[in-house]
């Protein structure tokens, strides 16, 4: 959502749209075929609401990382995806970047195996982004693990990323 602030004059100017970090999860959603699963099928519709009504109060960001990801699978599903992405600002994979991924991994805040998903965080949090849209609430929209990525964000004096659906972002106005 853009920013207004007055200045001395009285006047009032735009400052940046709040950044959202684009998981691939979420992207995912966008060029799909109809799911008959309930569930599913209310994160698409939910999903193509959020990306209506919602995506242009915010500047939209990914990484190298949601972009290989976006580009695996079925090949015109990928392309799709793709070219949804391409409009979005690019955000670095920083050493530190790494460093936090592995340090995430390390404290115990996500397990091993999701590597992929703490350099996601990572990368929103050593870039500043203030949100992280997914729809991957095993790994990162996950309450039980929230406490451990902010504390292990915090002691390298980064603010985590705050980590949420489209469900949760849809009526928020930053």
Known sequence: ????????????????????????????????RPSRDVVIAGHQQTTHEWWA????????????????????????????????????????????????????IAADALPAKAADDALHIAIAATNGVPFLLTWNCRHLANAAMRPMIESVCAAK??????????????????
């Not at 004096?157 to 930053?174: R, S, V």
Request: charged content about 20%.
């Open 53 to 104: 009504t919602r995506r242009q109060s915010y500047e939209l960001c990914v990484s190298q990382l949601v972009l290989g990801e976006a580009g695996a699978g079925d090949s015109q599903a990928a392309l799709e995806r793709i070219a949804v992405l391409n409009a979005m600002t690019l955000r670095e994979t920083t050493p530190e970047a790494l460093a936090l991924a592995k340090e995430l």
């Open 157 to 174: 004096g980064l603010k985590a990323p705050i980590i949420c659906t489209p469900d949760e972002l849809l009526e928020a106005t930053p």
């Open 1 to 32: 959502m853009l920013k207004l602030t007055e200045g001395l004059a009285g006047e009032f100017t735009t400052l940046m749209a709040e950044r959202v970090y684009i998981e691939t999860t979420f992207v995912s959603y966008l060029p799909a």
